[in-house]
Nanobody
Framework: QVQLVESGGGFVQPGRSLRLSCVSS????????MYWARQAPGKDLEWVSG????????FYEDSVKGRFTISRDNAKNTLYLQMNRLKSEDTAVYYC???????????????RGQGTQVIVSS
C-alpha cells in the first residue's frame, strides 16, 4: 500500500523559510517520479515542483523558481521541498505526489499524501 506522509508545514512570516518532508513507503521510491503540488484556499490544486528518479532533473512552476528547491534522498525514501523567501501567495496545503508520468504537471489520478498546511502571514 502506497503511503506518503508530509510534514514540516506551519505558520511563518513573509520572507522566512520552511522545509517540507515527505516520507514514502509501500513502493520502490527510488524508481518513482515525484512532485509537490499545492492547493490554496478556494483554488484548484496546482503543480509546484517535480523531480526525476535520481534527482538529476528538477522542474519548477514559474512563481517559485529561485525560491524553492526540490530534492530527494532515495536511501531514506524521502522527498523534500526547501521553501525560501516565502510570500503570502504561497499559503496552501502542500501535497507530496507520486506519478508514473514525467513529473511536470498534476494529474487527477496521481497518488498523493494527506498534505501539510503552510500559512504565510505577517
Amino acid at each position: 500500500q502506497v503511503q506518503l506522509v508530509e510534514s514540516g508545514g506551519g505558520f511563518v512570516q513573509p520572507g522566512r523559510s520552511l522545509r517540507l518532508s515527505c516520507v514514502s513507503s509501500g513502493f520502490n521510491f527510488g524508481t518513482a517520479y515525484m512532485y509537490w503540488a499545492r492547493q490554496a484556499p478556494g483554488k484548484d490544486l496546482e503543480w509546484v515542483s517535480g523531480i526525476t528518479t535520481t534527482g538529476t532533473g528538477v522542474f519548477y512552476e514559474d512563481s517559485v523558481k529561485g525560491r524553492f528547491t526540490i530534492s530527494r534522498d532515495n536511501a531514506k525514501n524521502t522527498l523534500y521541498l526547501q521553501m525560501n523567501r516565502l510570500k503570502s501567495e504561497d499559503t496552501a496545503v502542500y501535497y507530496c505526489v507520486k506519478t508514473v508520468r514525467w513529473p511536470t504537471r498534476f494529474y487527477d489520478d496521481d497518488i498523493r499524501g494527506q498534505g501539510t498546511q503552510v500559512i504565510v502571514s505577517s
